[in-house]
């Protein structure tokens, strides 16, 4: 084991940085949960409007809800991209402070080069956000300029505001771009600024590493200790089929949509019958495809949540036993574990987008029932918010569990099983699992 010596650590995060990381999952859900609810309500408001969906007569009015409940999610997520992105930023920045107060003082311990590296990727985001905002404002101000040319009566005062506020938009982003904040230097991050330490470092992390690989009488195992083969094999499957069926619904839709109704101010065409019938078969599936993507998407990541709840315990029981390195997994297996998302935060997830799309329906609900449209008006959906706040609050408390779980089950997978920093990309992991031959399977339970 290599808990202590020249070693690599990930640095604690610190309780801003904690913060910061589970408000931007959780945005990141919300955004999904918005998108996904638009998207949803799409291929049921085409179902109702081909009349795929037959409902009672006093539903009439249902497609004016479907017609809110498009609209209202695809502005949210619209709206908390920004957010999204400033998060970024600001846990970013702050990850920079922990690594440099963790560097301050002389030790063995040298920080994973992606947090050494961190202080480059908020320069980076800082840079894409200025051009992405000045692109944004140049547009904008450009079709502000057009409307004033137009003069048109009653228009040309909300041009001139609109250009000055363009103007001001792409001031920002050109300010941004100008202004990045400057490269910091290495020796910032490493501890003491001994840069001995990484070398070190790296030498004993490969020594361990042969140790442990030499220590072993057969093939390191596939998969981690307490993982389920065919439980993570099923929920692949699922995560995959529902992702086939997002794409089935949207080209079915996109298709569909355009033999319907080519642009935005054409009348609706009708076919002959046979065309028309295939039409209908279209659009059923894009409901039939949209229901089954909700449901293998919501159930393949709590099928992979029941094996990797079971690996995360073992593994930090097992860390501490005397030999474990004798069981070293492959690298193949150390990887998954340590750079692939937790099972836990994609259940965190799955309970957000579902409590944001009760939110969206809650809200589109209230203003049908405020404009007096049935069913809604004769109903209180005051139940639909109670639902949506408790799986938002549930939904935080899982990502904020999550983050805990992944950061005491890194430090234990790395002080039990250190492995080559900096970690492999997606590509470098592609080619060595095309590059990997078969092995024999483990019969040690491992």
Known sequence: MLREGPRFVRVPASRTTAVLTVAEHIVLTLIAGSVATGVAALAMGFALDERLIVLPSSWGQLDWFARKLIPFPMFGAMALAPVYGLLLILRGVSTDADVRRFCA??????????????????????????????????????????????????????????????????????????????????????PGGDFSVLTAAEKQTARVIKAQLAARSEDPPETLPGRWPRIDALSNRLMMAGLWAVGVAFVSLLGAVLLRQPC??????????????????????????????????????????????????????????????????????????????????????????????????????????????????????????????????ASGAVLTRARRQS??????????????????????????????????RSSSGT
Not at 303 to 324: D, H, K, N, Y
Not at 329 to 353: F, K, Y
Not at 361 to 389: M, N
């Open 105 to 190: 003082t002389p030790g063995d311990a040298m920080p994973l080069a992606a947090q050494r590296g961190e202080w480059e990727k908020v320069r980076q985001r800082l840079e894409h956000a200025g051009w992405s905002t000045l692109l944004f404002g140049g547009i904008m101000l450009l079709i502000g300029l057009i409307l004033l040319t137009k003069d048109t009566p009653g228009t040309r005062h909300y041009s001139l505001w609109m250009m000055g506020i363009s103007a001001a938009i792409a001031l920002v982003g050109l300010l941004a771009v100008r202004f990045l904040p400057k490269t910091k230097g290495t020796e910032l991050y490493v």
């Open 264 to 393: 935005r101010f054409c009348e609706p065409r009708f076919y002959a019958s046979p065309i028309e019938a295939a039409l209908a078969v279209v659009f059923g599936i894009v409901t039939v495809a949209t229901v089954a993507a909700v449901v293998l998407l919501t159930v393949g990541p709590m099928l992979a949540l029941v094996s990797s709840l079971g690996t995360a315990r073992l593994v930090r029981e097992q860390s501490v036993l005397p030999g474990i390195g004798e069981l070293r997994p492959s690298d193949e297996a150390l990887h998954q574990l340590l750079h692939q998302p937790s099972a836990l935060r994609g259940l965190g997830t799955v309970i957000g987008m579902w409590g944001c799309a009760f939110l969206w329906f809650w809200l589109s609900a209230v203003v049908e029932a405020a404009y007096g449209h049935v069913p809604f008006s004769e109903h209180s959906w005051w139940w639909a918010l109670a639902v949506a706040v408790v799986l938002l609050i």
């Open 407 to 440: 950061e005491v089950t890194g430090a234990a997978v790395r002080a039990a099983w250190p492995i080559v920093d900096p970690p492999r990309t997606i590509l470098t992991a592609w080619v060595a699992g095309r590059r990997r031959r078969p092995r024999r």
